[in-house]
């Protein structure tokens, strides 16, 4: 019979491995959509290469959001069914998905924090080599400086021997071509990508700043937190989580309107 503490631990596990395996959307064109939509293809220029793309308007700047190696959601689907041995039914499972993404400049330089990527790689990864999915977070902070390496990304605290600080890189096609090679190591090529490099790209205010887009749950880190040895649940939290509820606490907040 496991104790409180170990019941708990269960939930929040499970919950966590639901959120690690969260598959991430690509956009995809709309009515009346602004943005632009290119396939990037080794024969044709980068959109942020000179003469690539029309001058933006007054007061605005192009932003390109590259997503990489873009695949069906159901074929993600069906390797973690592989991987797990599963033959039970599944919903199917419509739309598309990437491994990472990163944000870039005008000019196609990216920052310490325009990158991300798809927590559910790196789950794929755990499940293959039997590994303690504790280590998921490890795995994401390793990639966020793996980047920082292949896209020639120097920290914010990094200066020249003069004290001038190092200037981005622009992306180029070698760039591209490492990221690719890595995620495809990591899935072992087991999942075939239908556009290698989608960039998606759209005008922004000019001293807009470029953030990573967000590909993964927003509660991994808070539950990995809630998972460590040394955190106490606390006791609201263990209220929730508690095989048997008491319906006597319960109260009706529609007869309490004030609270609301």
């Known amino acids: 019979m496991p104790t409180n503490r170990e019941h708990f631990r269960n939930i929040l596990q499970f919950w966590r491995s639901t959120e690690i395996f969260t598959l991430p959307d690509i956009p995809s064109r709309k009515v009346k959509d602004h943005k632009t939509y290119t396939e990037l293809r080794s024969d044709e220029p980068l959109p942020w290469e000179d003469g690539s793309f029309p001058v933006p308007a007054v007061g605005k700047q192009w932003k390109h959001t590259l997503y990489f190696h873009v695949v069906a ?15 039970e039914f599944r919903e199917p499972v419509f739309g598309r998905t990437c491994l990472s993404a990163v944000v870039l400049n005008q000019q196609g330089e990216p920052t310490e924090r325009s990158y991300s990527p798809a927590a559910f790689v790196y789950g794929i990864k755990i499940l293959r080599e039997k590994l303690d999915p504790d280590k998921v977070m490890d795995f994401l902070l390793e990639a966020q400086d793996g980047y920082l390496e292949r896209f020639r990304v120097p920290k914010q605290s990094a200066e020249h021997a003069d004290g001038e ?20 190591r990591l899935v072992q090529s087991k999942l075939a990508t239908s556009i290698p490099v989608l960039c998606v790209s759209e005008q922004v205010n000019a001293p807009a700043t470029f953030e ?11 539950l990995n937190t809630l998972i460590s040895p040394s955190t106490e649940p606390g006791r609201p939290l263990e209220i929730f989580l508690s095989p048997k509820a008491d319906a006597t606490a319960r109260v009706n907040l529609l007869h309490h309107r004030p609270l609301l």
């Open 73 to 87: 959601k159901a074929a993600v689907v069906e390797l973690l069914a592989t991987l797990c041995r599963s033959t």
């Open 165 to 184: 600080a190092f200037g981005p890189k622009r992306v180029d096609r070698s760039v591209l071509r490492k990221e690719l090679e890595l995620l495809r």
């Open 212 to 222: 990573a887009p967000f590909l993964n749950s927003y509660y991994l880190n808070d």
